[in-house]
């Protein structure tokens, strides 16, 4: 139970977000189960590292994007945006940002580098998949798209 309220406050998060970001309501639940389950795999995988617990889960959400794209026939951007809101580090930020203006520059440095690793973790695993996908996309096309055509007029 410890594990499942926590997926479902990120589920009606998402669901904020998607009334915030004004998506259509037919497309409501599927995203917000992205961000649910992205906080699941970060919850089960987190509990070793944040970083890689934030990485596992940004790696699901973007797959998890692409086949319900596909599936849907909607922009990817669609399911990613809303799916990775709970994995973003706003506390790091705050808390970097605090000890910034407090002058702890110990703690802000800790804080800083810990919330630039779990948003580089975010960056990684996005493009991760993202590129993963493009290359799988290229190699399914015929190569006769990618040669240049020869004109007369060229010569």
Not at 46 to 63: E, H, K, N, P, R
Not at 136 to 150: A, G, L, N, S
Request: proline share 4%; glycine share 8%.
């Amino acid at each position: 139970m410890e594990v499942f309220l926590p997926c479902l406050y990120a589920f009606f998060s998402c669901a904020a977000f998607s009334v915030f970001f004004n998506l259509n309501r037919k497309w409501m639940p599927l995203t917000c189960l992205g961000g649910a389950l992205g906080w699941f795999i970060y919850l089960v995988i987190g509990l070793q590292s944040d970083v890689y617990g934030y990485f596992a889960a940004t790696v699901v959400i973007a797959v998890y994007s692409e086949v319900m794209a596909r599936v849907c026939r909607v922009p990817v951007t669609l399911f990613l945006t809303v799916g990775i809101l709970p994995l973003v580090p706003g506390g790091g930020m705050y808390y970097t940002m605090k000890y910034c203006v407090s002058g702890d520059a110990q703690m802000f440095m800790e804080t800083g580098i810990h919330t630039l690793a779990l948003a580089g973790a975010i960056a990684i695993g996005i493009v991760l998949v993202t590129s993963l996908v493009r290359m799988w996309k290229v190699m399914q096309t015929p190569k006769m798209f990618y040669k240049e055509k020869i004109r007369q007029e060229d010569y």
